[in-house]
C-alpha cells in the first residue's frame, strides 16, 4: 500500500516536469515584439505592440495588413520608411494636395510630445495654397514666408496641374506661402485663411527641380531616448516597458523581464528556472514516464 501510493506520488511528480518542461521548450516565439511591419523595420524606439520600444512613442504607430500608420490626432499618415541611422521617418498624407491631384484642406496635427520627440525636419516644407489677401502671412506674419533652393511658390500655379485650376478660376495668381512646421503648428489652416496646403520634403536638395518632382510627404526627426537600450539589445533583450508603470525593462524571452539586461539580473521565473537547470532530454523522460506508468499498472494488479 504505502510502496503504490509513493510511486503514484513519483508519477504525479513526473507529470508535473513533464508538463513543464513541454511548456518550457514549446517553439518559442522569441519575444512578443514584432519587428516588421509589412517590409518596413520596426526596431526601437518605436514598436507595434503595446510594452515595446519607448514609451514616449506609444500608441504612435499602426500595422494594418498592407501598411503602416502614423497615428496624429489630425488623422493616420502612412509611413513610407525609417532610416534608423538618420534618425528620419516619411510620411505621406493620402488626403494631402500634391502636385497632380487637388483635395480639401484638413490641418496637420501632432500631439505635444510628438511636436517635441519627432517633428517635422527643417527640410519639410509647408506651402499654404491660395491664400485671402487677409490671411496673416501676407500680413503681419510676412516673414513666416520663405523660398527655398532658387523656387518660389508661385512656380506651383504654373506647374501642378492640381494648382492650376486657382489661376484659371481667378484669373490671377491667388497668393500662397512656403513655411516651417512652426507656422502651422500655432495658426490651423483657418486662421491662416488658405484653402490648400501640400507639403514637401528634402526641400535642400531640391535646386533646379520643378514641383512636378519634388517629393511630397513629410519627414520627421525622431529623439531616442536614452534608457540603457543600448546595454539590453547587447544581452540579447528587447527593449520595452511596463504597460503600467511605463518603466524601462527588457524583454528576454516570453517568460522573463529584467530591468536592465538578460544576462545579469534577470527574474528568474519558474519555467524559466527549469529550463536553466541541467535537466535530463525529453526522449528520456518519456521513458521513465513509461517505466513509471508500467511499474504503477504492475503494482495495481
Ligand atoms: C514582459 O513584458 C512584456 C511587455 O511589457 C509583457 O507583455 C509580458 O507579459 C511581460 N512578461 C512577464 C513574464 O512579465
Ligand atoms: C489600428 O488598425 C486596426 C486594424 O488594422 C484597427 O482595428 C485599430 O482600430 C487601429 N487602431 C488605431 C488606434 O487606429
Ligand atoms: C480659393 O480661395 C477663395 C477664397 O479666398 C475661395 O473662394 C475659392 O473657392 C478658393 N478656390 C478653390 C478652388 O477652392
Ligand atoms: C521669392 O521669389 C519671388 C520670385 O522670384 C519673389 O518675387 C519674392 O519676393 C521672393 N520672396 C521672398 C520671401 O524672398
Known amino acids: 500500500m504505502a510502496s503504490s501510493k509513493s510511486s503514484f506520488l513519483t508519477f504525479n511528480h513526473l507529470t508535473i516536469y513533464l508538463i513543464l518542461l513541454l511548456l518550457s521548450q514549446s517553439p518559442q516565439i522569441h519575444s512578443t515584439c514584432r519587428n516588421f511591419c509589412n517590409n518596413i523595420p520596426i526596431n526601437y524606439p518605436f514598436s507595434i505592440d503595446d510594452g515595446c520600444g519607448a514609451p514616449q512613442y506609444r500608441h504612435m504607430l499602426n500595422c494594418s495588413a498592407t501598411d503602416l500608420f502614423f497615428l496624429t490626432p489630425s488623422g493616420n499618415y502612412k509611413v513610407q520608411s525609417i532610416d534608423y541611422e538618420k534618425q528620419t521617418m516619411t510620411i505621406f498624407d493620402p488626403s494631402m494636395s500634391t502636385c497632380s491631384i487637388l483635395q480639401p484642406h484638413h490641418d496637420f496635427k501632432m500631439s505635444e510630445i510628438q511636436s517635441a520627440i519627432i517633428p517635422p525636419t527643417p527640410d519639410t516644407v509647408f506651402v499654404l495654397v491660395n491664400c485671402s489677401i487677409d490671411s496673416p502671412v501676407l500680413n503681419h506674419y510676412k516673414s513666416l514666408c520663405f523660398n527655398f533652393s532658387g523656387h518660389s511658390c508661385d512656380e506651383l500655379y504654373g506647374s501642378c496641374t492640381s494648382f492650376k485650376l486657382f489661376h484659371l478660376l481667378s484669373n490671377s495668381t491667388p497668393a500662397c506661402c512656403f513655411t516651417s512646421y512652426e507656422t502651422v503648428k500655432y495658426m490651423s489652416m483657418d486662421i491662416l485663411d488658405c484653402t490648400h496646403y501640400t507639403s514637401v520634403y528634402n526641400t535642400d536638395r531640391l535646386e533646379g527641380v520643378g514641383p512636378l518632382d519634388w517629393l511630397y510627404g513629410m519627414k520627421l526627426s525622431f529623439s531616442v531616448p536614452d534608457t540603457g537600450c543600448g ?21 528576454c524571452s516570453i517568460t522573463s523581464n529584467s530591468t536592465r539586461d538578460c544576462a545579469g539580473g534577470r527574474e528568474i521565473s519558474f519555467a524559466d528556472s527549469y529550463r536553466a537547470s541541467s535537466f535530463p532530454p525529453l526522449q528520456f523522460l518519456y521513458i521513465l514516464a513509461l517505466v513509471a506508468i508500467s511499474y504503477i499498472i504492475l503494482l495495481r494488479r
Open 231 to 251: 546595454r539590453c539589445a547587447k544581452s540579447g533583450g528587447t527593449c520595452g516597458f511596463d504597460v503600467e508603470t511605463e518603466m524601462a525593462q527588457c524583454i
